[in-house]
């Protein structure tokens, strides 16, 4: 029995794209180290494919949001470095300790239970753990008061913990407005300095997002973590896009299943949002937001077939939508539509799509990457 059958709509991701902004981020960064975040199955591109690509290229450490992914790589016999981004949740230590995870601590009742198992199950290891540092994100790490310090020193003593180093996250790092960012930054040195203070000097530090790796070469330190530059993508069009070229790595495609004649009149999907106005060719896609494609995009969105644009009409369903084509001539049944890519000089970005529906681009490739097939037509280039 196969594992799985091939839909008429799919996901298709260039591994050589991949490479190239892996290389375009690796000359920008200088000497700092690269994890590569990958959460997510890698923003929807296939965390197993993408991580043996950037393996390939020297990545020095993946970064994750949950132990499945640990799990994921580890069984795939990925062996480099994995940083789990979120807090460790507090019944799976042992199972953090056995895929060899670098935990980011975010509280000292994690740090102790860490260690408690550390004795327990490993008593002749000490667990490397980064501690997470509250700049200014508002979601997790510790505050820059005697509080916070006090829970670090802590921390530092405890038997099987090595402080590694120190992470925070930036908030603001695309906007062109730079006085947030900076302020997070001297909050990060200030709470490096308080630190040393007491002793507490680990020489790793890391908290450039991809904004950050353009704008700010002053925070990439001892190691930078690019997430959506990766796949090609840039958090806000106010980045220099000279500074750090990129391709987009995903396009979405699909083939027509149904093309239909109609007469004018003619309601289209649910709740009769649209009426032909004269006679139509409407073209039914076998994909909808159940595959990632947004619903809140129903009046708004487009795409590409024979290299013209074409509007999809009607309310986007869970698993198909429709397309107005009959301005195009020569569209037959089984004809490539481009959901989001380029066609015949054209294209559909994610950027758009992400306008038009109300959301960001990472949201817009994460959720196509969830249920339609990944096709790597690249994948030995």
Not at 187 to 193: D, N, V, Y
Request: proline letters at 5%; one cysteine or more; hydrophobic letters at 40%.
């Amino acid at each position: 029995m196969r594992n799985e059958t091939r839909r008429a709509a799919w996901a298709e991701i260039r591994l050589s794209e991949i490479r190239n902004n892996y290389r375009a981020i690796r000359a920008l960064a200088g000497d700092s180290e690269i994890i590569a975040a990958i959460k997510a199955d890698a923003y929807g591109h296939g965390a197993v494919k993408v991580a043996w690509e950037l393996v390939k290229e020297g990545v020095d450490a993946f970064g994750i949001a949950t132990l499945n992914e640990a799990v994921q790589l580890r069984a795939s016999g990925i062996r480099t470095d994995i940083v789990l981004f979120g807090a460790t949740p507090r019944g799976n230590v042992k199972d953090l300790l056995d895929l060899r995870v670098i935990p980011v601590i975010t509280s000292f009742e994690d740090a102790r239970l860490l260690s408690e198992a550390a004795e327990r199950f490993a008593p002749k290891e000490t667990v490397e753990a980064l501690i997470s540092l509250e700049t200014g994100m508002g979601r997790l790490g510790f505050l820059d008061d005697e509080e916070g310090l006090q829970a670090i020193i802590a921390i530092d003593d405890l038997p099987h913990i090595k402080i590694k180093g120190w992470m925070s996250h930036f908030a603001t790092s695309e906007d062109p407005d730079p006085t947030y960012s900076l302020s997070q930054i001297e909050k990060f040195l200030s709470f490096e300095r308080q630190l040393r203070e007491f002793g507490i000097a680990p020489g790793y530090r890391t908290i450039a997002n991809s904004a950050a790796i353009v704008n700010y070469p002053q925070a990439h330190f001892e190691a930078v973590r690019p997430g959506l530059s990766l796949y090609g993508l840039y958090a806000s069009e106010r980045i220099d896009k000279t500074r750090l070229p990129l391709s987009p790595v995903m396009s979405v495609k699909a083939h027509i299943v149904c093309l239909r004649k109609t007469p004018p009149g003619f309601s289209v999907s649910y709740g009769r949002k649209f009426v032909t106005s004269r006679e139509s060719l409407i073209a039914t896609l076998p994909l909808g937001y159940a595959d990632g494609l947004p619903r809140a995009i129903t009046g708004k969105g487009r795409v590409l077939v024979r290299g013209a644009y074409a509007p999809i009409v009607g309310s986007v369903c869970m698993d198909q939508c429709m397309a107005d084509v009959t301005d195009i001539p020569g569209v037959q049944e089984y004809d490539e539509v481009i959901l989001m890519g380029e066609q015949g000089g054209l294209s559909i970005t994610a950027e758009e799509i992400a306008e038009k529906s109300g959301t960001i681009n990472y949201e817009v490739v994460t959720r196509f990457g969830q249920r339609l097939s990944k096709v790597y037509p690249q994948e030995y280039a």
